[in-house]
């Protein structure tokens, strides 16, 4: 069994929940969040906390009970705190501007690149930085990660654009006889 699963998720004053079939709806001071589950995902809402457990007795089935008390985790979480994450861009002439609903980029091509950020989510940019912010971690997650693959950091200067956290891996690069 799970061990995020054995302890009851509680709710933190001014987060309510609603279970409606298989749907989880979470809402709190930040925004609402809602998530489908399997069918064999019980949820049990009581006493200002969410319990999770599972109906099924098959084997493949066995790993989605800490799953989904994480993603349920993570949405109270999300709804009370947000999520950000914070991107690097190193590079002689790269930079980024967030412009209402596009992020405006000159990442070294020949041509500015535009990227139309997700409904949910707020992107501000400084000096070298691109500061990603929503209530859903995937949602998140996965805009940070699109972001950093359209120029990833190169292992010879570290031009590119990294997550803050992130350590590149340097190259020596060639030697003069």
Known sequence: ?????KKPLVLPKGVEAKLDGTTLTVKGPKGELTRSFPEFVKFVIADNAITVSIDSVERKDQPMLG????????MVVG??????????????????????????????????????VPKGLKVTTGKGTIDVEGIDKELVGAFAADVR?????????????????EVIRRKQGKKSA
């Open 149 to 165: 693959a359209l120029k990833k950091p190169e292992p010879f200067k570290g031009k590119g654009i990294r997550y803050v956290d």
């Open 1 to 5: 069994m799970s061990r995020l699963a």
């Open 67 to 74: 799953t989904s008390a994480a993603l349920a985790r993570n």
């Open 79 to 116: 709804v009370t705190e947000g999520f950000k994450k914070q991107l690097l861009i190193e590079g002689v002439g790269f930079k980024a501007d967030a412009k209402g609903e596009e992020l405006h980029m000159a990442l070294g091509f020949s041509h500015p690149v535009v990227v139309a």
